[in-house]
């Protein structure tokens, strides 16, 4: 499934502020309750390519995590170098916020707020984009 990324609305397949109720009867997924300490639950489409971040009390959308593909420009931003990215979006990466995380003992992913598209992008160790954070 073609996922494009549509900048402060979410993606073409699912809108941020939407109730999931709306999506769970088009699409298969996968239920993940949220932690006792969480207000979120999370609904995995597309075998894990699209995780759906959902308020616990109203049902809906609050963020979106592209993880398989993620078009934006017609251009597959998942695996897609991270500077070529900048300079498609013409953002010097000077003036962007990032974070390092560690994903596990060996897996650093530096995220990087981009505040023009309201997106998080996630970038692995090689400056390629691992994962596009909507919300």
């Known amino acids: 499934m073609k996922i494009i990324l549509e900048p402060g609305n979410g993606v073409n397949l699912f ?3 939407n109730k999931i109720d709306i999506y769970k009867s088009i699409y298969a ?3 993940i309750p949220a932690e006792d300490d969480d207000e ?4 995995d489409f597309f075998d894990g390519g699209v995780e759906v971040n959902v308020d616990k009390e109203s049902g809906e959308i609050v963020a979106i995590a592209c ?11 998942i695996g897609y170098n991270f500077a070529s990215f900048l300079k498609m979006i013409d ?10 995380i560690w994903l596990t003992d060996d897996e650093l992913q ?3 707020e981009i505040d023009e598209l309201e997106i998080q992008v ?9 994962m ?3 919300g």
Do not use: H, M
């Open 67 to 77: 993880r398989d593909n993620c078009y934006y420009n017609e251009v597959n931003l």
């Open 15 to 17: 809108r941020l502020g």
């Open 40 to 43: 979120w639950d999370g609904y």
């Open 29 to 31: 997924y996968e239920f």
């Open 91 to 100: 953002q010097p990466e000077a003036e962007l916020t990032k974070e390092e």
């Open 110 to 112: 530096t995220v990087v």
């Open 122 to 130: 996630w970038v692995n160790s090689e400056g390629n984009i691992a």
């Open 132 to 134: 596009i954070y909507v």
